[in-house]
């Protein structure tokens, strides 16, 4: 057991040392010179670029940049916001973190219970109807980009059937747009929120709940389910404490990578929806060629990452008693 | 007769079919069967036989694309289970009919402690919960004589030996009390030492308590040792069905027959004659023939058993056969088997062709050796009278230790944990020409020392020598002229051809590598190895699913000959046939040694068979060997307490054979912690004190070079054990 | 190396074998033989689109701006304008059809990229063993740690902003853009899973025959490892294939991939939303219906792949 938290977090450490080495590089490396990226490109002056390439620290040695740089992340030193004047890239990339966490979270309350029961009914009722129609609804609706379920939310759900009596007279809120005040509290932005939660929760069904299903059918047929149902325990007991027990515990590992998923698909559906989040921040950024403001962001969304892997191992780990021989 | 005595379990016309592909494929015809309380009645079949559904079908526990076909009986204390709903089904599991499963590490739940999967059944069968039901799981536990009861009910199921395990699904089954138990093959895949104690274990529990058992097994010693009566499948039908003893003394069945004296027993070697076997492989089930299942395999099939597939008939002396012939074959002077199916024959005509048969001893070079020395000898102060002059291999003291990561207390401590030694310092000398014989339980490091010779895995240390030449450490260093003298037949024929390699592109490959021939004399010869491993040439063109378990073998026998190596290691190159392959496949290993003269490192679990092929056997225990001799001394006083107790608990496929066994505890104390002094102490029965604790014991020399390596002088090991021979008893 | 021509032709002929298997168990199954079928059209569609389209210029403003669609299905007639004409004066149904060939270009070439080299790297990683593939094993966690999205987002925006000579190898690089980054996201991706099946196959008797008679590292992994791995490196191509081709709209759609005037469906959809949807409905809403069909019928062939792989398995 220790023997395995301790190979985690020192794979933590070292995958998290490669993934920001990674981030660091891409703005190095990369053919051209991010002065000159951040100066505005093709127009921009040598002298522009020179007095960036000073402010930045450009003109020290590769691994001392990337020293200095990944010290001033850890220390909260993000630096200035280009893309927006007079803003501090950490304050503005943690007030639209704190947005894009209610609105992952909203989604994440939404979909887990229901792609669990999706799959765990699925892979229950293997190969019968009810498994057909929900792989056809995962394959299908579910499975579409961000965009189009999310403009279809807006243009259809919203703008023309939210519009209808039914929905009016129910009182319930339809926003066709979420671009409420970044500094919204949860309250405020709840009626904003559910809309976008309701299309990140689309992206991520489809995940959870194919590789639910898939856990269930592999652990109805192992030998220890045919031991409980030969004890003479009701079906119901079976599946509970035999199937369901074993069968959900990988999950927790599934639910942290498809944080990852999220992440891409807020992106996506931050940017339709106008929602003030890190995924439309971080568009506004590349747009504006706001270079450090999009490290910083890729920074922040690896750690978010990283830490959700680790947490979910960890967790496993815990209530996993096999994994002691790992 | 059958009236007055209340039987337990009736069947009668039972066929169970299967769905695939949408056609439904009846596995199992028209099985009868009846059990009494307090009976054990075995059902004995190879790998296809039927019988795993058979018992499954009992339970009504048929998997979805399974059924019962309608007109059969399945009556058990006189209910019909075929009309029982799935609640009736149910609460007789709870309590009444209790099945115990084969490999009982995957029939636990591993994130389940076992105190609370016990639990859980017998809180279905007695709805008792709390101290009551502790105290009855402690007896229960006490009962299948696991060691530390309240410790083992803390486990998780990983943390147990598999003995152990298999000790655990059997509490569970009799946690009940239960009239009927359905074990099936609950001891394959276990040691010999552990199987002998859960068969003991078995046979004392149904005594005790007259619980009606069906045992299933493919292993005719299991069955013979432990059963009543036996019923013999194949390919889904019932051939014979009788008591034990008249099963094996006089079966009337040719494929009983054959399945019995397929199986050499303890002592019988390759020298005094080849094994029966049966020819050919069992049909599809999608296509079995219209006549008797068997007659394609069978030497005495007539006209009448290709058209008309034969009744079971009942005989007079509590017997049923399913044979056309049985009368004329049970005769006194049966007729003569057709003889395209005398199997020693189509085996010997395989290899004679081309040259003479020469048998071991009366070869020039190693009939010397005969009268001198055995092939094999140890290191230190026994080196000077044993130097073999054919020397093929000899390795000195070969070692391999796993590295074991470091524990954070380890770190914190800077200290290293010890490896895992799984060879430790063992000495070979292997002659040309000849098969040394490598037994011991799994885990003894039979397998690494194999692997260390052909340089799959890397020595730690120790030397190797071919012929005088150093032999590099990874295979990838060696020589092209050492690859191709040592080559290698895998355990698993379903892992050791490369599934999308036709059989002639897997001989033809070694022919090109390592002999150099052009394509042309490479598939020439291609197709004469396949002549010798008797494979008909169309089978050059065969991919390996659409061969035989025993034909996949065959092939990678006739690759492994394709270089025309020295030496040829065979890691249990029939443990994972069926016992009617088996014996062919050992008969050919037998031929083509004597046409090509190579040596075989022979590594096996089962000591009956490593004592019919094997000239010489060391038996290894704990990464050493304990005793080295000439096979025939395997089998008798002075055995080191070790292979006595492997010999002891071999199942012998005779009911009349009994033995005292000797039993061991299932734990195999772990390489990483060796115990001091002698490695066996922990477990030994004959221990005689803290000598044995503390000194490594001395290789003590007996007649014709027979080593034991033990604290007790041979004499003395001679007196007691003279007792207890098995196999004289036997004889 | 003595080399085995006569045989070299069955080496492969198995997984030939295998993969016609596939094919037609898919087709026996309705919803994938419907998924097959309709990624067949959008082929064709991809590949003959110029020959297809009515008006096969990409930015062909000369129509009326704002006609509706005159497509009737009840009636089977498609009219002047079937999709109707966007803001511009652009034919939608031709600007639909030629929109199919840079998305199946795209999305097809990076996948074939990334399954190359990922399946070289992972059979190579597999099998090796050892620190090289403890390090490189790191690295791909690594890489996959940052969000496919995000990491697209930043190497385009970043190489989008670079000057490069006209015909240098950086500005080619740069043209195709999308195509790299598919490429470097999915290497690391194919690469695990060749990796993973790889050490299983590893360790059959068979590689091991192989190793005792001296086969060299090449031979090994491409003869004797790779025809076992390739069927999960059939499912994992296809399902990548769907995934490039989400990615690729996504990008599109953000305005990150093909750029104006180009007929990109992702690019169309996102030029005529917000109050331009009031405005033409139909110029956003067919080409989001064509992702949405492709998408989906990219899904169902995969997942008939996959179950038709696993059953043969």
């Known amino acids: 057991m220790l023997l395995f938290l301790r190979r985690r977090f020192l794979f933590f450490f070292f995958t998290y040392l490669l993934s920001s080495l990674t981030i660091f590089f891409l703005l190095r490396v990369l053919p051209g010179d991010p002065a000159r990226v951040i100066a505005g490109g093709r127009e921009a002056t040598e002298d522009q670029i020179a007095e960036i390439r000073a402010e930045l620290g450009l003109n020290a040695s590769l691994p001392e940049q990337y020293v200095n740089w990944l010290g001033n992340f850890l220390g909260g030193q993000w630096g200035d916001t280009i893309a927006f004047r007079g803003a501090n890239n950490y304050d503005l990339i943690i007030e639209r973190s704190v947005n894009s966490a209610r609105l992952a979270a909203v989604a994440l309350l939404m979909s887990v219970p229901l792609s669990l029961a999706l799959g765990v009914i699925a892979?229950?009722?293997?190969?019968?109807?009810?498994?057909?129609?929900?792989?056809?609804?995962?394959?299908?609706?579910?499975?579409?980009?961000?965009f189009v379920t999310g403009l279809f939310l807006i243009n259809i759900v919203s703008l023309r059937w939210g519009r209808g009596e039914l929905a009016q007279s129910l009182g319930w809120w339809f926003p066709a747009s979420s671009a409420v005040p970044a500094n919204a509290s949860f309250g405020e932005m709840l009626p904003a929120l559910w809309l976008p939660a309701v299309a990140a929760t689309l992206t991520l069904l489809a995940y959870i709940s194919r590789l639910t299903r898939a856990g269930v059918i592999e652990e109805l047929k192992r030998d220890y389910v045919r031991t409980a149902a030969l004890k003479g325990i009701p079906w119901r007991a079976v599946i509970w404490r035999h199937v369901l027990r074993n069968a959900l515990l990988p999950t927790i590992t599934v639910i942290a990578i498809s944080i990852s998923w999220l992440i891409s698909g807020l992106v996506v559906i931050e940017y339709v929806f106008g929602f003030p989040g890190l995924g439309s921040l971080l568009i506004a950024a590349i747009e504006r060629r706001d270079l450090l403001l999009a490290q910083a962001i890729a920074m922040v969304t690896v750690t978010v990452i990283l830490f959700a892997n680790l947490a979910a191992d960890v967790a496993y780990a815990l209530l996993n008693p096999r994994v002691e021989l790992a | 007769m059958a009236i007055t005595t209340r039987s337990l379990l009736d069947v009668e016309r039972l066929t169970i079919s299967y769905e695939v592909n949408k056609r439904w494929i009846p596995a199992v015809r028209d099985f009868h069967l009846r059990l009494r309380p307090g009976q054990i009645v075995g059902l004995v079949g190879e790998s296809g036989s039927g019988k795993s559904t058979i018992a499954l079908a009992l339970m009504r526990y048929l998997s979805g694309n399974g059924r019962v076909e309608s007109g059969g009986l399945l009556r058990f204390a006189g209910e019909d289970l075929l009309r029982k709903s799935d609640a009736e089904m149910r609460r007789l599991w709870a309590?009444?009919?209790?099945?115990?499963?084969?490999?009982?590490?995957?029939?636990?739940?591993?994130?389940?402690?076992?105190?609370?999967?016990?639990?859980?059944?017998?809180?279905?069968?007695?709805?008792?919960?709390?101290?009551?039901?502790?105290?009855?799981?402690?007896?229960?536990?006490?009962?299948?004589?696991?060691?530390?009861?309240?410790?083992?009910?803390?486990?998780?199921?990983?943390?147990?030996?598999g003995g152990m395990q298999q000790r655990v699904t059997i509490a569970m089954a009799l946690i009940s009390n239960p009239e009927l138990l359905i074990m099936d093959e609950p001891t394959t895949g276990l040691d010999v030492t552990t199987e002998a104690a859960i068969l003991d274990l078995v046979r004392g529990l149904i005594a005790e308590r007259g619980t009606g058992v069906i045992y299933i097994s493919h292993n005719l010693g299991v069955i013979a040792q432990l059963c009543e009566r036996v019923v013999v499948l194949y390919a889904g039908e019932i051939m014979e069905e009788a008591p034990v003893l008249d099963l094996f003394q006089a079966p009337r069945h040719p494929y009983t027959l054959g399945l019995i004296s397929s199986v050499p027993k303890p002592g019988q070697s390759k020298r005094a004659a080849p094994l029966q076997s049966i020819a050919g492989n069992p049909p599809a089930l999608t296509r079995l023939p219209g006549g008797c299942v068997f007659a394609e395999r069978c030497a005495w099939a007539i006209d009448i058993c290709r058209d008309k597939r034969p009744p079971l008939e009942q005989l007079a002396d509590k017997r049923a056969v399913r044979c056309h012939r049985w009368e004329e074959l049970s005769q006194p002077h049966p007729p003569t088997p057709s003889p395209r199916h005398q199997m020693p024959a189509i085996e010997i005509a395989g290899r004679g062709t081309t040259k003479p048969i020469r048998r071991p001893a009366p070869d020039a070079k190693s009939a010397t050796e005969q009268a001198k020395s055995p092939s094999i000898a140890m290191g230190g102060d026994l080196e000077g009278g044993w130097q073999a002059d054919e020397t093929l291999l000899r390795a000195d003291n070969l070692n391999k230790a796993f590295p074991v990561p470091r524990s954070l207390r380890e770190l914190l401590a800077r200290t290293a944990p010890s490896p895992i030694r799984a060879v430790d310092g063992v000495d070979l000398h292997l002659r040309a020409g000849r098969t040394l014989g490598l037994v011991g339980e799994s885990g003894s490091g039979k397998?690494?020392?194999?692997?260390?010779?052909?340089?799959?895995?890397?020595?730690?240390?120790?030397?190797?020598?071919?012929?005088?030449?150093?032999?590099?450490?990874?295979?990838?260093?060696?020589?092209?002229?050492?690859?191709?003298?040592?080559?290698?037949?895998?355990?698993?024929?379903?892992?050791?051809?490369?599934?999308?390699?036709?059989?002639?592109?897997?001989?033809r490959r070694p022919l090109i590598k390592l002999r150099r021939f052009s394509p042309a004399e490479a598939d020439a010869e291609a197709l004469a190895l396949l002549a010798r491993v008797n494979l008909r040439p169309e089978y050059a063109d065969r991919y390996p699913d659409e061969l035989s378990g025993g034909e996949k073998q065959r092939v990678a026998i006739a690759r492994a000959f394709a270089s025309d190596p020295d030496l040829i290691i065979c890691d249990e190159p029939v443990s994972a046939l069926d016992v009617s392959v088996q014996s062919a496949v050992l008969n050919l290993l037998a031929a083509l040694q004597d046409e090509h003269g190579s040596a075989y490192l022979f590594i096996s679990h089962n000591l009956s068979v490593v004592g019919y092929l094997a000239d010489t056997i060391a038996v290894m225990y704990l990464g050493q060997l304990v005793e080295v001799g000439e096979a025939r001394e395997l089998f008798q006083a002075p055995y080191h307490p070790y292979s006595e107790a492997l010999v002891s608990a071999i199942p012998v496929a005779d009911p009349r054979h009994s033995t005292a066994r000797i039993l061991l505890s299932d734990d195999l104390p772990s390489a990483q912690n060796l115990p001091s002094g002698c490695r066996f102490h922990t477990r030994c029965p004959r221990k005689i004190g803290e000598i044995c604790e503390r000194e490594e014991p001395p290789w003590r020399p007996g007649d014709r070079g027979h080593l034991i390596r033990c604290h007790i002088p041979l004499e003395e090991l001679t007196s007691l054990q003279s007792g207890s021979n098995p196999l004289e008893k036997a004889d | 190396m003595a080399e085995d021509k006569p045989g070299q032709a069955g080496d492969f002929s198995r997984v030939i074998v295998a993969l016609q298997g596939m094919i037609s168990a898919q087709l026996r199954h309705p919803q994938s033989a419907a998924g097959t079928l309709a990624v067949a059209f959008f082929l064709l569609l991809a590949l003959f689109g110029p020959q297809l389209a009515p008006y096969p210029k990409a930015n062909d403003q000369r129509h009326d701006p704002r006609v509706p669609p005159t497509l009737d299905i009840g009636a089977f007639q498609l009219g002047e304008h079937p999709f109707g004409t966007d803001r511009l004066g652009r034919d939608v149904y031709s600007r639909v059809i030629l929109g199919a060939g840079s998305i199946f270009r795209i999305a097809g070439l990076g996948t074939l990229i990334s399954v190359l080299a990922g399946s070289a790297l992972g059979l190579f990683m597999g099998y090796q063993g050892g620190w090289v593939d403890e390090v490189l094993g790191r690295v791909i966690d690594a890489l996959l740690a940052i969000p496919a999205l995000l990491l697209a987002l930043v190497l385009v925006g970043i190489i989008r902003n670079l000057q490069?000579?006209?015909?240098?190898?950086?500005?080619?690089?740069?043209?195709?853009?999308?195509?790299?980054?598919?490429?470097?996201?999915?290497?690391?991706?194919v690469a695990r899973v060749a990796r993973s099946t790889t050490l299983d196959i590893k360790t059959r008797e068979f590689v091991e025959a192989a190793e005792i008679r001296g086969e060299s590292k090449f031979y090994i992994i491409f003869r004797e490892i790779l025809p076992s791995v390739a069927p999960s490196l059939v499912v994992e191509a296809s399902l990548r294939f769907s995934y490039a081709i989400f990615l690729v709209a996504s990008l599109g759609f953000l305005g990150f991939g093909a750029r104006p005037p180009s007929p990109d469906w992702g690019l169309m959809v996102n030029e005529n939303r917000g109050g331009f949807y009031q405005l033409t409905p139909w110029a956003l809403e067919f080409p989001a219906l064509a992702i949405a069909i492709l998408v989906i019928a990219v899904n169902l062939m995969s997942d008939g792949i996959r179950r038709a792989v696993q059953k043969g398995a």
């Open chain 2, 447 to 507: 397998t690494t020392l194999a692997r260390l010779i052909i340089g799959l895995e890397e020595r730690s240390g120790g030397k190797l020598e071919l012929l005088g030449m150093d032999v590099r450490n990874h295979v990838r260093d060696r020589s092209q002229d050492v690859l191709s003298k040592i080559q290698m037949v895998f355990q698993n024929p379903q892992n050791s051809l490369n599934p999308y390699l036709s059989v002639r592109q897997a001989i």
């Open chain 2, 95 to 161: 309590k009444r009919v209790k099945f115990v499963p084969q490999n009982a590490g995957a029939a636990l739940n591993p994130s389940i402690k076992i105190g609370p999967q016990v639990a859980e059944a017998l809180k279905a069968a007695d709805a008792i919960d709390g101290d009551a039901a502790y105290d009855t799981m402690m007896r229960v536990f006490h009962d299948v004589r696991l060691a530390d009861p309240e410790r083992v009910a803390e486990r998780y199921p990983h943390e147990l030996s």
């Open chain 1, 123 to 146: 892979g229950l009722f293997e190969n019968k109807l009810p498994d057909i129609l929900i792989s056809l609804l995962t394959l299908s609706v579910v499975s579409l980009p961000e």
């Open chain 3, 164 to 189: 490069f000579e006209a015909g240098s190898w950086q500005a080619a690089l740069a043209d195709n853009v999308i195509l790299l980054v598919i490429s470097l996201l999915y290497i690391p991706i």
